[in-house]
């Protein structure tokens, strides 16, 4: 006999993010249809955010969560930080399994990365999700998702609250330029002349081209102080001495330390902005949060050295 799976038709997510005061109130609504099956999933926001998913028909609990994942991601990037979980119960249920399913079994399955380690993104919210959700912007989202594969996951991870050092964290925020370059080019046609993992193109270039198109202000400081060149390098340079042994390092300065929390931040908001740009969603809808956020860390960071 097959072990029974408790199915409901809906469930209620709780957020509360310690020390945070989130702004509301605040309502939103989307419909999603996710392996056939229609959901209505409503964000309400005001001391703490709630998030409640209703599906057409019941399914099995780990079901009905896929779509709230799909909406957490999202909200991600408005946000730059997950919210921490902090009650989830499912109602609904056609055979009597309301209540049986509790806050433990979904923690066990939920992963890692939807917890953000503080020191890596002090919620640098770009947008606020109820001026811009809707259920075009949803069936993006899913699409640019499936796009984007492991890559979005991969940056997920390198923002998590987790053991792996900084500086290792970095060197993968900045290889992901290479699968950034080829989704804007997918997307969008840009970037004719570079074609990552072919000889002629290399991360540099890659790294280059979307601060260029995404980064001026990310990246203004180094601009202005003739700084930039530097800081590409080292970035680069900071991924490159991953993959070789100390002796065999090239020789240039990298991102250590402090410094690499700076630039996994500045790598954060340059990733957010090109998937907002993707999404369809404008510059000017968010470029002042941008720019009070950049000017805010750069100035806390302004004596820090931290390069190799």
């Known amino acids: ?18 020390g945070l005061v989130l702004r509301g109130p605040s309502r939103a609504s989307v419909h999603l249809d996710c392996d056939g099956i229609d959901y209505e999933l409503a964000v309400e926001q005001g001391c703490n955010r709630t998030i409640t998913v209703k599906a057409g028909n019941a399914v099995g609990w780990n079901c009905l969560q896929k779509p709230l994942y799909i909406l957490e991601r999202l909200l991600m990037i408005f946000d730059g930080a997950f919210i921490s979980l902090e009650d989830i119960s499912f109602s609904g249920s056609p055979d009597g399994d309301n209540g049986k399913v509790e806050k ?51 940056y997920l991870y390198m923002l998590a609250d987790s053991g792996m050092p900084v500086d290792l964290r970095l060197a993968f925020l900045v290889e992901l330029a290479e699968p950034m370059v080829e989704i804007v080019n997918k997307e969008k046609g840009v970037f004719p002349s ?5 000889r002629s193109t290399n991360l540099k270039q890659c790294l280059n081209a979307l601060i260029n198109s995404y980064g001026d202000v990310i990246f203004c400081r180094e601009q202005l102080n003739h700084e930039y060149d530097d800081a590409l390098s080292a970035l680069v340079n900071s991924r490159v001495r991953i993959m070789h042994i100390k002796t065999k390092m090239p020789a240039g300065k990298y991102f250590d330390g402090k410094c690499s929390v700076y630039y996994m931040r500045k790598m954060s908001l340059l990733y957010r902005s090109i998937l907002l740009d993707l999404l369809g969603i404008p510059l000017d809808s968010y470029q002042s949060k941008l720019t009070r956020r950049i000017s805010a860390f750069d100035a806390h960071f302004q004596e820090i050295k931290g390069i190799g």
């Open 1 to 18: 006999m097959s072990e029974h799976v408790p199915r409901f038709t809906s469930l209620r997510a709780d957020y509360l993010q310690e």
């Open 104 to 154: 433990g079994q979904v923690l066990a399955k939920r992963l890692s990365y939807f917890k953000t380690g503080n020191r890596f993104t002090i919620h640098d919210k770009l947008i606020e999700y109820q001026d811009i959700l809707n259920d075009g912007l949803m069936r993006k989202w899913v699409s640019l998702l499936d796009e984007l594969g492991i890559t979005n996951q991969i």
């Open 194 to 198: 570079l074609h990552p993992g072919e």
